[in-house]
């Protein structure tokens, strides 16, 4: 089991950065691969970025290279999202991820940007 514990969200207006970070605990050694996604109202859960537990390779979605940038600090078990530019459409709720042979989520941060 993996347990997950974000933090970081809030209010931002548009141009304006954010860090978003996730605590991992319980079977840390077992993680493939950390990473964020986010839901907007009425819209799908999207991908937004992925750091792989070995090597640290990283992806990102087309609407966030060049904005957002994922790191982990291994020492703290913590994957972070730094998030500059912030566009309103990058609101939503943004969910941790940890990928062993199955997924675990975390609880999920709300981040506004205002126009």
């Known amino acids: 089991q993996v347990q997950l514990v974000e933090s970081g969200g809030g209010l931002v207006q548009a141009g304006g950065s954010l860090r978003l970070s996730c605590a991992a605990s319980?079977?840390?050694?077992?993680?493939?691969?950390m990473g964020w996604y986010r839901q907007a109202p009425g819209k799908q859960r999207e991908l937004v970025a992925v750091?792989?537990?070995?090597?640290?390779?990283?992806n990102y979605a087309e609407s966030v290279k060049g904005r957002f940038t994922i790191f982990g600090d291994n020492a703290k078990n913590t994957v972070y999202l730094q998030m500059d530019s912030l566009k309103p459409e990058d609101t939503a709720t943004y969910y941790c991820?940890?990928?062993?042979?199955?997924?675990?989520w975390g609880q999920g941060t709300q981040v506004t940007v205002s126009s």
């Open positions: 991820y940890a990928k062993t042979y199955r997924q675990y």
């Open positions: 750091i792989t537990s070995s090597g640290g390779s990283t």
């Open positions: 319980g079977s840390i050694f077992s993680i493939n691969a």
